[in-house]
């Protein structure tokens, strides 16, 4: 499902510093978080994957300094950790989920949910457990209730990353070619799909007087597009593969600026990107990259694929094994705290793609694949899938989220479920039936 995301209207920034994201990315055009289920429907349970919180950088590499006379800011955090402000936005989040599922009868306006009501399971990274604590904070603050993870917080949790835990493994002429039918063209053509987006990336950087055009550039003309091919690396036997060049480099750059505006930075971008529409224009780089890298269908199912199986078996009533250790059977909230290529993923193996209103970044910081098992008043069950985020403006004002001022929520309908209801809901014997079409079994979880 494609919603139009914006209305394409400039506005300037006075004196080149930011004015307040309402001027820009507006509320009014944003598809807001259904309060309740349809009329007849009841819901019993939600699985919610959510991307971790606003973050430093993962990486300052030599190369991204090198592309820009300018100075990259500080943050205030080690790379890759989430910062406090990020903390404090996923919160934000928590307390919007807890007014929405009091209102749904799924957790208690008057006490605390029991320890066994409420499972939130973090992958290993710092940034994840954090949001897990955050949102349990914002969902039932002074509960004591705690974060589940891996016990070994050194090796990679296979349920978000299978291939690089070696459940499984990856061809690498099948990456090659399942990317580029992706694409639709050879990766050494792609930047030529992308030539207005790099324009702004050149702009935004000041590439042309960059310490690396100056080392490069023979011929005196640097222009991200024409000095930096893109091409597809594809390392340790197809387990790690990536897109580098142009079009890889800038989807890194884009996002760094858009989480420097989220942390509230006054200069984000060094105070170049002036409209809604640059914005989009430069996060078309960072959604085509995830697009290519995380929601190609031969690369989703493979890092997907135990992920959607603990999401289905979470949502089924009926289902034996869990793949998430220590999940009791009256379980209402399950909260899995993961990262933006694991909402991709997944969006890959269901064949969903979405666009935010107020959001430019696909799968923003602290947002989140939301399903929700119904029944109507036959006992007939179904499942609805959402993505419920953060604009834009949100993350810059942290903005308290409420019913009455809500995250942005973006309803769903899966490809494959023939028989869903008039309001988008997919039985759930048929939603497992495309969950079980779309995995690859040499990646599931014994």
């Not at 004015?19 to 289920?37: C, E, K, Q, R």
């Not at 985020?389 to 899966?414: D, F």
Request: glycine share 6%.
């Amino acid at each position: 499902m494609t919603i139009s995301a914006f209305n394409h209207k400039k506005l300037t920034l006075h004196h080149g510093l930011f004015v307040a994201m309402s001027a820009i990315f507006s509320l009014g055009s944003t598809a807001h978080a259904n309060d309740t289920p349809a009329s007849g429907y009841q819901v019993e349970k939600v699985v919610i994957l959510s991307r971790h919180g606003v973050r430093a950088p993962t990486k300052m590499t030599q190369t991204m300094r090198d592309v820009t006379p300018n100075t990259w800011p500080e943050w205030p955090v080690k790379l890759g950790y989430i910062t406090p402000r990020g903390e404090h936005l996923i919160s934000l989040m928590g307390g919007f989920y807890r007014e929405k599922f009091q209102q749904q009868g799924i957790l208690s306006q008057d006490n605390c949910p029991t320890p066994n009501s409420v499972y939130v399971w973090a992958d290993v990274d710092q940034r994840t457990l954090k949001t897990g604590e955050a949102f349990l904070a914002g969902l039932a603050p002074q509960c004591g209730l705690t974060i589940h993870h891996q016990q070994n917080l050194e090796k990679a949790d296979p349920l978000f990353h299978p291939v690089k835990a070696g459940i499984c493994t990856m061809e690498k002429n099948q990456i090659q070619q399942a990317v580029e039918k992706e694409a639709q063209t050879p990766i050494d053509n792609l930047n030529q799909h992308y030539l207005p987006s790099l324009a702004l990336m050149n702009t935004t950087l000041n590439f042309a007087n960059s310490a690396w055009c100056q080392k490069h550039s023979v011929d005196k003309i640097c222009d991200l597009g024409q000095s930096i091919p893109s091409k597809l690396s594809i390392k340790n036997n197809g387990s790690k593969a990536d897109l580098d060049g142009a079009v890889g480099l800038s989807s890194t750059l884009a996002e760094i600026f858009l989480l420097e505006y989220a942390q509230g930075m006054p200069q984000a971008a060094w105070g170049k990107i002036h409209s809604e529409q640059e914005w989009v224009e430069l996060l078309k780089l960072h959604n085509t990259q995830f697009d290519l890298m995380a929601r190609t269908p031969y690369i989703a199912r493979h890092n997907g694929t135990p992920l959607l199986q603990a999401i289905s078996n979470a949502l089924d009533p009926n289902a034996t094994a869990s793949k998430l250790p220590d999940i009791s059977p009256d379980n209402k909230i399950l909260f899995i705290a993961g990262h933006d290529t694991n909402i991709a993923n997944i969006s890959g193996m269901l064949n969903i793609s979405w666009t935010l209103p107020g959001q430019p970044d696909n799968t923003p910081p602290g947002g989140a694949l939301v399903f929700e098992r119904l029944a109507d008043k036959a006992g007939k069950q179904y499942v609805s899938v959402s993505m419920v985020y953060q604009t834009l403006e949100q993350l810059r004002a942290q903005t308290p989220l409420s019913l009455k001022e809500p995250a942005g929520s973006v309803q769903l309908k899966i490809p494959g479920c023939n028989d869903q209801t008039a309001e988008g809901y997919c039985p759930l014997p048929t939603f497992k039936r495309v969950v079980s079409q779309s995995e690859e079994p040499s990646c599931q979880l014994q």
